[in-house]
């Protein structure tokens, strides 16, 4: 698949990129690669890595520099000893494989979907942060994961099944409590591009007990992620169709009041979770208000009482229907990246 970061370097970066790879491919002690600033050949080794997220054994480096030389030598540091390597190497390769095997013949989207549900029912966040757990070892081998790392496995799966797919990041912002860069996945289905970010879902869905799969932040464009989302700081391509939006391909993203009272009153009746999408313009206090009365109304009808969790920055709301004696609940969800569960 495509090396996006690589693609978006000068001719000097990507020679060390490519000497950088070649090297911890062949579990190289020292590397020589050419010359770069020290903040420079971080990022390409960062880089580097969320183009191959295949290459889990790798975390940091040393360097050493020689005055007037135009190379440095490149000193990785391996996660585990070579042996140990090879052993998690061929294990991780085997897993890859028998993973995607069920989703060979399915469409683009449909792959995306696959991957997406294989990491929110199978995958919980790490609040220990292990290192393992910023690499696809974590999430494919020992079912944990931070952000990173499960966007690395998003995208070693879609790349094994010929879906293109990128890691995205975007920084921290300690004003807004985000203490940590956040990392999730840009796919190209069909030839359109879109974000998918598979933690954000993952957080949402825990908050029911694992019950269902969330799908708030599946095939967004840049105006939707970025409501809850830091700005990136690296390159990304642009994402603009709306159009492929989950919850609006489901039929799901609802314009019209009648339409949430409609379906509210089937949930009530079938005692069924809804989750749907808003898009009658913005979901302001006024609006949410309008709704959750339809909500109600719809309860009322069949003698039951709602309780709503609501994605403000995304527009979604999950309603369930319960007995009467219930009282009504109203709360507002949080996705994030687990920090907060």
């Not at 890691?167 to 300690?174: E, F, R, V």
């Not at 879109?194 to 029911?208: I, Q, V, W």
């Not at 920055?313 to 907060?340: F, H, M």
Request: glycine residues 4%; aromatic residues 12%; proline residues 4%.
């Amino acid at each position: 698949m495509e090396p996006y970061y690589y693609n978006h370097m000068t001719k000097p970066q990507q020679a060390a990129y490519h000497s950088i790879l070649a090297g911890v491919k062949n579990l190289a002690d020292e590397i020589q690669i050419p010359a770069l600033a020290g903040e420079e050949l971080y990022n390409v080794f960062f880089q580097m890595r969320l183009d191959h997220p295949e290459i889990f054994w790798v975390i940091s480096f040393k360097y050493r520099y020689y005055k007037d030389s135009p190379n440095l030598i490149f000193i990785p540091e391996y996660l585990f000893d070579k042996n140990k390597i090879r052993e998690h190497q061929k294990a991780m390769e085997a897993r890859v494989e028998k993973l995607v095997r069920p989703a060979m013949k399915l469409s683009q989207w449909e792959k995306e979907k696959y991957v997406h549900d294989f990491i929110c029912e199978n995958v919980r966040y790490d609040k220990l942060k292990k290192p393992y757990s910023h690499e696809i070892i974590g999430p494919l081998g020992q079912g944990v994961g931070v952000c990173e790392g499960i966007a690395k496995a998003v995208k070693v799966l879609l790349d094994a099944l010929g879906v293109w797919c990128m890691i995205a990041i975007c920084g921290n912002n300690p004003e807004k409590g985000i203490k940590y860069r956040h990392t999730w996945n840009i796919v190209k289905i069909e030839g359109t591009y879109y974000h998918l970010d598979a933690t954000f879902d993952n957080s949402l869905g825990t908050d029911h007990h694992n019950s269902e799969i969330r799908y708030d932040y599946f095939n967004l464009d840049d105006q939707q992620i970025f409501r809850d989302h830091e700005p990136l700081i690296a390159p990304a391509p642009s994402c603009t169709d709306h159009d492929h939006f989950y919850y609006k391909e489901k039929k799901l993203s609802f314009t019209k009041k009648e339409d949430v009272y409609k379906r509210s009153l089937q949930a009530a009746k079938k005692g069924k979770v809804l989750i749907f999408h808003w898009r009658g313009g913005y979901l302001t206090r006024e609006v949410l208000d309008e709704l959750l009365e339809l909500i109600r109304k719809a309860g009322a009808e069949r003698n039951k009482t709602a309780r709503v969790s609501i994605n403000w920055p995304q527009a979604v709301i999950r309603l369930e229907y319960t007995d009467t004696q219930l009282p009504e609940k109203i709360s507002l969800e949080e996705a994030n990246e687990g920090e907060r569960q």
